[in-house]
């Protein structure tokens, strides 16, 4: 069912915030920092694929995605909706049946044998497609979704996340330049203030999470292995 209901944009983002600390979704350790994918080191984690497994969250959060959708993009700006592989195809499929429209997703890359899709699904020429995603960090993942969905001859000029970083100023330039919107419930400063407000975190942690999210760059730079640079 299509939603009516406009809450504002602020309490979207603390509600979202609230719940992902609810599910203990959010991960703060300053003093044992998770190690990232490119190998740098980080105070701050997100689980976004526990909400699946929250019925009553999981329904609210695709209610204010498509009510955010319908705000800032259009009532019948979209005709296909395409989950990225794996954490977006089932946001994506409750996001397509709360908007009446065909859901496809999009491998990572061929699958090697058969037709050696990329795309699952019907996508065809000249659709107006939406890319979801749990989570952007940078907005790099999704320019490969991107590419791969305009290769069918459809458009994609939107991404809807439940949860954006924030700290990385670079991140919507880059999409922009690849002709592509952001939409996003909540970042990291949404989580931060809503961990404040409720006190799920105490003020050393939350202080140190600060001063990562202010700068990241610095933060990682200072604490990053030793032998980084080689390895990388």
């Not at 991140?171 to 990291?188: D, E, F, K, N, P």
């Not at 809503?194 to 202080?207: G, I, P």
Request: glycine fraction near 6%.
């Amino acid at each position: 069912m299509i939603p009516t209901s406009f809450p504002p944009r602020e309490e979207i983002a603390r509600l979202t915030a609230r719940m992902l600390l609810e599910i203990e979704a959010v991960h703060f350790r300053p003093q044992e920092p998770f190690t990232l994918a490119s190998g740098l080191p980080s105070p701050t984690y997100i689980d976004c694929r526990k909400l699946i497994s929250y019925p009553r969250i999981r329904a609210t959060l695709m209610d204010f995605m498509a009510v955010t959708l319908l705000r800032d993009a259009g009532f019948e700006a979209f005709d296909n909706i395409a989950g990225g592989e794996t954490a977006g195809i089932p946001f994506a499929a409750l996001v397509a049946e709360r908007l009446g429209l065909p859901m496809t997703y999009v491998r990572k890359k061929p699958k090697g044998y058969g037709r050696n899709a990329r795309i699952e699904g019907v996508m065809t020429e000249g659709q107006r497609v939406l890319l979801v995603e749990d989570l952007t960090t940078d907005g790099g993942s999704k320019l490969s979704f991107v590419d791969a969905i305009r290769e069918t001859g459809a458009s994609c000029a939107h991404t809807a996340v439940i949860f954006y970083y924030g700290i990385f100023p670079e991140t919507i330039g880059r999409l922009q330049a690849h002709g592509v919107t952001l939409h996003h419930l909540c970042t990291w400063w949404d989580v931060l203030a809503e961990a404040r407000a409720s006190e799920a975190f105490d003020a050393a942690t939350l202080a140190e999470v600060e001063s990562f999210l202010s700068n990241p760059r610095d933060w990682q730079d200072a604490r990053k292995p030793a032998d980084l640079t080689t390895r990388l």
